[in-house]
């Protein structure tokens, strides 16, 4: 008799954001036009929208990866679920938005990752440049814009 196995999407889902801690791979997204080459991640320091959509691509959830929130948000938009304030329902796996904040590098940017359960979140922190675990509202110190849920396709049966 042959084991048929299925692949667990929202449980490897949540794993790979859990392992990303401290990975360097998104770190660099690279670009060039006729005239120059420029790392737009400034080197891991405004990464967060490709580290997040990075991974909501390699678990189905998105259909593209984006190097801004916006894109990443607009995307969301079409492809998950829209949870209401106040989010004291949250879950493993939601994407959190944050609000826009001032860079020293005089740009605004708003920012997005991960909650993780117990008040947590991961995202990729423009300090350490890798992802990082955090408290979900950074200590009340950055405003929560919007969550989203990932629509999670219930296993067939054979």
Same mark, same amino acid.
């Given at each position: 008799?042959?084991?048929?196995?299925?692949?667990?999407?929202?449980?490897?889902?949540?794993?790979?954001?859990?392992?990303?801690?401290?990975?360097?791979?998104?770190?660099?997204?690279?670009?060039?036009?006729?005239?120059?080459?420029?790392?737009?991640?400034?080197?891991?320091?405004?990464?967060?929208?490709?580290? @997040?959509? *990075?991974?909501?691509?390699?678990?189905? &959830?998105?259909?593209?990866? !984006?190097? /801004?929130? +916006? %894109? =990443?948000?607009?995307?969301?938009?079409?492809?998950?679920?829209?949870?209401?304030?106040?989010?004291?329902?949250?879950?493993?796996?939601?994407?959190?938005?944050?609000?826009?904040?001032?860079?020293?590098?005089?740009?605004?940017?708003?920012?997005?990752?991960?909650?993780?359960?117990?008040?947590? @979140?991961? *995202?990729?922190?423009?300090?350490?440049? &890798?992802?990082?675990?955090? !408290?979900? /509202?950074? +200590? %009340? =110190?950055?405003?929560?814009?919007?969550?989203?849920?990932?629509?999670?396709?219930?296993?067939?049966?054979?």
């Amino acid at each position: 008799m042959r084991t048929v196995w299925r692949r667990l999407q929202q449980q490897n889902y949540l794993a790979a954001i859990r392992n990303s801690l401290g990975s360097r791979q998104y770190q660099d997204v690279w670009l060039e036009n006729d005239t120059q080459c420029v790392n737009v991640t400034e080197a891991g320091i405004i990464s967060c929208a490709w580290y @997040a959509s *990075s991974l909501l691509v390699l678990h189905g &959830v998105l259909q593209s990866v !984006h190097g /801004t929130v +916006e %894109g =990443t948000e607009w995307e969301l938009r079409e492809r998950c679920d829209l949870l209401p304030a106040p989010y004291s329902a949250l879950q493993p796996g939601d994407i959190l938005l944050w609000e826009a904040v001032h860079f020293p590098n005089g740009g605004r940017h708003a920012h997005i990752g991960f909650f993780v359960g117990e008040e947590q @979140a991961i *995202s990729n922190s423009a300090r350490t440049r &890798v992802p990082a675990l955090h !408290h979900w /509202t950074y +200590e %009340g =110190t950055r405003a929560i814009t919007a969550v989203y849920r990932p629509r999670w396709e219930q296993p067939q049966s054979r």
